[in-house]
């Protein structure tokens, strides 16, 4: 049987970007995986040129947020208000969790109930292309995502409390969410 090269390199890429021996990048650092001319997969990280409080690399396309006045500071730390989502540009190199969350809850809940349960989990990954079922199955069953994401063990994923509570081990890389994009919502704009 013979491959060609358009796909194994895409066969080698796709289990670079789910696999979860992706190496760990330290707070503030950003990675870019580039294929040598040799077919070879390199990853390079990178210092993030200005981290967040929290030492995640912003998104370099999205506005930068307004400054506040000290009225409205401690008027934010009087009330605690849930803060409402602002769409910003997706860096299609690294799309956010919360689109990832918006797109997967327009895109695989299939009845609307905010969580994503094993069977709709399963259908998705049955609907995809034999190739991409193929890598998803061998890298991360449906029993491992289940695993990293479902927070409660209800055997469904929430949209907005598991995905919050699991935020350090369910997508939290830039590679897993823009393989999770690309496999089942590539062209979501949510």
Known sequence: MKFSVKTIIFVLGATLLISSSVPVLADGETAEAVVTESGDIKVEASECPSPNADGSCPNPEADAPGEETAGEAAAEEAEPEPEPEVKTPEDPACPS???????????????????????????????????????????????????????????????????????????????????????FFGDCDL
Request: charge should be negative; glycine fraction near 4%; include cysteine.
């Open 97 to 183: 969790r919360p689109h990832i969350i918006r797109c997967a809850a327009e895109y695989l809940d299939k009845n609307k109930n905010d969580k994503l349960d094993r069977d709709e989990l399963q259908n998705a990954i049955d609907a995809l292309p034999w190739l991409s079922r193929g890598v998803l199955k061998i890298l991360g069953s449906v029993d491992k995502i289940m695993q990293k994401c479902d927070a409660d063990g209800d055997d469904a994923i929430g949209m907005y409390d598991d995905m919050e509570q699991t935020k350090e081990q369910c997508l939290a890389s830039c590679f897993k969410r823009k393989a999770f994009k690309n496999a």
